[in-house]
């Protein structure tokens, strides 16, 4: 029996039984898919595991991501790819099991952030894109790629040095010229 893609419908997964999944876009998919993250190219993609029965009425989903990613380099806009290959896991929760603030109160970013409030499904390939987005380089470059510096600065005029802009280093300058007033 081959593993279905889902979505599952929370109400049909067995509370006693692991589900397996396979997510495996086609072509046409992993175009899509590129184009609305901005990458050049998804090579190839899977996603795969399980849904897990976890306590109380929830589920944890636990996968594996596979993706060759071809991207624009920062440096020189040459194509870079990238392989990820990266554990994946999701705890869903019912409402009543998850925390909830006070309406209007501050509330600090939970530490686990890997568990959701659990819906009428679980969506693999829903799941599989958020880790993809998270796993994507945001400055990819090339091997190849080497950054000399730039400059811009008015014709005629010298460049400005680090040593220009360090908050302190006229103060030096202004230092030792006070203590060699002072020695004369």
């Given amino acids: 029996m081959t593993a279905s893609p889902g979505p599952f419908r929370t109400a049909d997964l067995s509370p006693s039984r692991?589900?397996?999944?396979?997510v495996v876009p086609d072509a046409d998919g992993r175009a899509a898919l590129a184009e609305s993250l901005g990458l050049r190219g998804v090579r190839k993609l899977s996603f795969s595991g399980e849904i897990v029965p976890a306590?109380?009425?929830g589920f944890r989903l636990e996968g594996q991501l596979g993706a060759t990613?071809?991207?624009?380099?920062?440096v020189t806009?040459?194509?870079v790819t990238t392989r990820i290959d990266t554990v994946v896991r999701r705890e869903f929760r019912p409402e009543a099991r998850m925390e909830t603030p006070e309406a209007g109160s501050e509330v600090e970013m939970p530490e686990d952030?890997?568990?959701e409030a659990l819906?009428?499904?679980i969506a693999p390939e829903t799941v599989m894109r958020e880790a993809l987005m998270l796993e994507i380089p945001d400055y990819p470059r090339s091997p190849e790629a080497e950054?000399?510096?730039a400059t811009a600065e008015p014709e005629g005029a010298a460049p400005i040095t680090d040593a220009d802009v360090k908050p302190f280093a006229g103060l030096a300058a202004l230092r030792d010229?006070?203590?060699d007033d002072t020695q004369d």
């Fill in 18 to 22: 692991r589900t397996a999944f396979s």
């Fill in 147 to 149: 950054f000399a510096g």
């Fill in 177 to 179: 010229r006070m203590n």
């Fill in 77 to 79: 806009l040459a194509p």
């Fill in 119 to 121: 819906g009428a499904e």
């Fill in 55 to 57: 306590g109380a009425q």
């Fill in 113 to 115: 952030d890997t568990v």
């Fill in 69 to 74: 990613l071809v991207q624009d380099c920062v």
